[in-house]
C-alpha cells in the first residue's frame, strides 16, 4: 500500500507539473512541428500519440465543467459528437476509425488550448510569436522548394495528383497552403501595426513572404480572404493615410504581375478558370441534401462521398464548409456550426478581444461560402489557419495585451 501510495503521488506531482510548466510548451512544440515537418505522417503521429496522451493526462473534472460552461465551445463540442455520430449512418468500417481518430486531434487541440488559457495566460504573446515564426519558417521551406504553381504542375505532370508536391508539414496541397499563408499574412500585418516600431519591419517581412506563397498557390478565396483581413486591419488600427495603404494592395499586385511574367501566367489561369464549375457543383450538393427530408435533416454522414461530376470534372468536395456541412450532417450540423459562431459574436459584443481574432474569422466565413470543406475531422493546415484562431478567440486569448496574475490565477476570466 505504501509503494502505490508513493506511486500515485509522483504521479500527481508529474501531472501537476506538466499543467502549470509544461503544457505551453507541448504547445509551441506542436506548432513548430506541425508546420516544419517533412512527412505529413509525422504530423498526424505527433498529435494522435504524445499530445493526446499528455492533455488526457492532466485533464480534470474542473476543466471538462469549464470547458463545457464556455458558450461557443460547447457549441462545438456538439457539433463534432453530432458529426462523430453521423459515421454510424452508413454503418461502421475501418474507415470510420480513421475519421473519428482525426476528430479526436481536433478536440484534443481544442482541449490543450483551453488548458493553457487557464493556466499560463502570460504565455499567449510568446505562443502567438511561436506560431507566426513557425508558419513563416513553413512559407520559406515550402518556397525553397517550389514545384510550381498548380497550372504548371497539370501542364508538367497530367494526371498525377497535385497533393504529391505539398508535403512540407500540414501544408498538403495548394488550397491548404494559400489559406495558411493568408491567415499568417493578416497576423502579421496586425502584429506589424498593434507593436513597436522596432518589430514591426519583421512583421512586414514575414507578411510579405506569406503572401507571395499564397499567390503562387492560387487559392483565389484565400486571396479575397487576405485582402478583406487587412483591410481590416488597417481599418482598426488607422495609421496615417491607412487608406492608402489599402489601395497599394491591388496596385502591388498589379505591378508584380507586369514585372514578373511567372505572375502574369498565374493571374491569367485563375481569370480563365472562371467559377471552376461552382454552380453545378452546388446544384449537385443541394440535390443530394435534399433527396429526403431525412438527409435533409441528419445528413448523409461523415463519411459518405462528395465526389460529385461538375461538367465532366470529377471534384472531392462542394466549394462550400456550409454546403459539406449540410450534405455529412444536415440540418442539425449546420445549425450547430451556426449556433457556435453566434454564440462566440454574442460573447464578443458582451465582451471585446483582440481584433485579431475578427480580421482572421470574419473573412474565413465570408469565404467559406466559396469554398472549404469539412475541416472538422481533417488534420490538415486549416486546423492550424482556422480552428487554431477560432479556438484562441473563444477563450478570450489577449496576445497583444499585458497580462498579469494574482496568486497564481489568470488575472482575466473565461468560460
Not at 459528437?81 to 481518430?101: E, F, N, R, T, V
Request: charged residues 15%; proline residues 5%.
Amino acid at each position: 500500500m505504501a509503494a502505490l501510495a508513493t506511486a500515485l503521488a509522483t504521479l500527481g506531482h508529474w501531472r501537476l507539473a506538466l499543467r502549470e510548466r509544461h503544457l505551453p510548451w507541448l504547445l509551441a512544440l506542436f506548432l513548430v512541428l506541425a508546420l516544419t515537418l517533412e512527412s505529413r505522417t509525422g504530423v498526424v503521429n505527433v498529435l494522435r500519440g504524445p499530445v493526446f496522451l499528455a492533455v488526457l493526462f492532466c485533464l480534470g473534472r474542473g476543466d471538462l465543467r469549464a470547458l463545457w460552461a464556455n458558450g461557443p465551445a460547447r457549441w462545438f463540442l456538439l457539433l463534432m459528437a453530432w458529426l462523430g455520430l453521423s459515421l454510424l449512418w452508413d454503418g461502421a468500417s475501418a474507415a470510420d476509425w480513421k475519421i473519428l481518430q482525426r476528430g479526436l486531434q481536433v478536440l484534443t487541440l481544442l482541449v490543450l488550448v483551453f488548458l493553457v488559457a487557464r493556466q499560463r495566460p502570460d504565455w499567449q504573446p510568446r505562443i502567438l510569436r511561436l506560431y507566426l515564426v513557425a508558419g513563416i519558417a513553413a512559407a520559406a521551406l515550402v518556397l525553397v522548394a517550389w514545384p510550381g504553381s498548380p497550372a504548371t504542375l497539370a501542364a508538367l505532370h497530367p494526371g498525377v495528383e497535385r497533393s504529391h508536391f505539398y508535403t512540407r508539414g500540414v501544408l498538403t496541397i495548394s488550397i491548404f497552403t494559400g489559406w495558411m499563408m493568408a491567415v499568417l499574412s493578416i497576423a502579421c500585418a496586425h502584429g506589424a501595426l498593434a507593436t513597436g516600431a522596432r518589430r514591426a519591419p519583421l512583421y512586414l517581412l514575414g507578411g510579405l513572404l506569406c503572401a507571395l506563397v499564397m499567390l503562387w498557390t492560387q487559392a483565389r478565396s484565400a486571396w479575397l480572404a487576405a485582402i478583406l483581413g487587412i483591410a481590416m486591419v488597417l481599418w482598426h488600427h488607422r495609421p496615417r493615410r491607412w487608406w492608402l495603404w489599402l489601395a497599394a494592395l491591388p496596385l502591388l499586385a498589379a505591378a508584380a504581375a507586369l514585372l514578373f511574367p511567372e505572375w502574369r501566367e498565374i493571374l491569367a489561369d485563375s481569370l480563365e478558370r472562371g467559377g471552376s464549375f461552382r454552380l453545378a457543383i452546388w446544384r449537385n450538393a443541394l440535390d443530394r441534401a435534399l433527396e429526403s427530408p431525412l438527409h435533409l435533416l441528419a445528413g448523409h454522414g461523415l463519411s459518405a462521398s462528395t465526389r460529385t461530376v461538375a461538367e465532366g470534372i470529377v471534384q472531392n468536395h462542394y466549394h462550400s464548409l456550409y454546403l459539406n456541412t449540410l450534405f455529412q450532417g444536415g440540418l442539425v450540423a449546420l445549425a450547430l456550426y451556426l449556433g457556435c459562431l453566434w454564440r462566440l459574436a454574442a460573447d464578443w459584443c458582451r465582451e471585446p478581444r483582440d481584433w485579431l481574432w475578427a480580421c482572421l474569422l470574419i473573412p474565413m466565413q465570408l469565404a467559406f461560402v466559396v469554398d472549404g470543406e469539412n475541416f472538422f475531422v481533417t488534420p490538415s493546415a486549416m486546423m492550424l489557419a482556422y480552428l487554431l484562431p477560432l479556438f484562441w478567440a473563444m477563450t478570450r486569448w489577449q496576445p497583444f495585451a499585458p497580462h498579469r496574475t494574482t496568486n497564481g490565477l489568470p488575472a482575466h476570466k473565461w468560460g
